[in-house]
């Protein structure tokens, strides 16, 4: 049981570019979730996902699009990355267990934008 | 969804119990108390959650009075790998599984040895 799964760990972009982070569970969960966490800062919601096939905004969404075509997987793209997407990426499952309802976390994926 | 206030950062020293309060004046009825850790370069990590009274884990205790007002973490004789950011968050169960549950600044713990 991998938990939640994201790559790549680290990348650096240039302005202008578009990539994709992954993100994948193995906990069947049907509700997952995009952070960003800027430097001394908490985490804000980008896009979230109550189940396959639905996707709905978070706090910062502006820049970012999702989709979720499997319970497993919950890709974020980058459109045209600019120097203020430079965070942290978290993404999360959400489900019961350790005796509440919880939110699983990623590692995580440093995102550089020069 | 109700606003969280606690400490921005603590001091501890090794061995010590240490107590985080959080402020949730405007609780709702079917909002619960959820505490994660986060350590540098990792992501969150939850510790503990509750409705009311006393909720102890492995790790944990979480002290909830009875108006809900606030809620209070103790971590029992911290160790150097306690040093991390806590967040109290509040919301409805279910909330986290639509992504309402807004994480804040959080409270910076730093033990000593």
């Known amino acids: 049981n991998a938990g939640v799964t994201q790559t790549p760990k680290f990348q650096v972009l240039k302005t202008g570019q578009s990539m994709t982070l992954q993100c994948a569970q193995d906990?069947?969960?049907?509700?997952m979730s995009w952070y960003r966490q800027d430097p001394g800062m908490g985490l804000r919601l980008i896009h979230y996902?109550?189940?396959?096939?639905?996707?709905d905004q978070g706090e910062v969404p502006n820049g970012y699009n999702v989709s979720r075509s499997t319970t497993e997987d919950f890709p974020l793209r980058l459109l045209s990355a600019a120097p203020s997407q430079t965070s942290v990426y978290f993404c999360?499952?959400?489900?019961?267990?350790?005796?509440?309802?919880?939110?699983?976390f990623g590692p995580g994926t440093r995102l550089l934008v020069l | 969804l109700a606003k969280t206030t606690q400490p921005i950062s603590m001091d501890s020293y090794e061995g010590q119990e240490v107590n985080i309060t959080c402020s949730h004046n405007?609780?709702?009825?079917?909002?619960?108390i959820t505490w994660y850790q986060q350590f540098p370069s990792q992501g969150p990590r939850f510790i503990i959650q509750?409705?009311?009274t006393k909720v102890t884990n492995e790790v944990a205790s979480l002290f909830i009075p009875a108006d809900r007002k606030s809620s209070t973490l103790s971590l029992p004789r911290v160790s150097l790998s306690d040093t991390a950011v806590y967040y109290c968050?509040?919301?409805?169960?279910?909330?986290?599984?639509?992504?309402?549950?807004?994480f804040g600044q959080g409270t910076t713990l730093q033990v000593k040895p």
């Open positions: 906990m069947n969960h049907e509700y």
């Open positions: 509750g409705y009311k």
């Open positions: 996902s109550v189940g396959a096939g639905i996707t």
């Open positions: 968050l509040v919301g409805p169960w279910g909330s986290s599984n639509t992504g309402k549950l807004i």
């Open positions: 405007n609780i709702a009825t079917n909002d619960y």
């Open positions: 999360a499952s959400s489900g019961p267990g350790l005796g509440g309802e919880t939110q699983y």
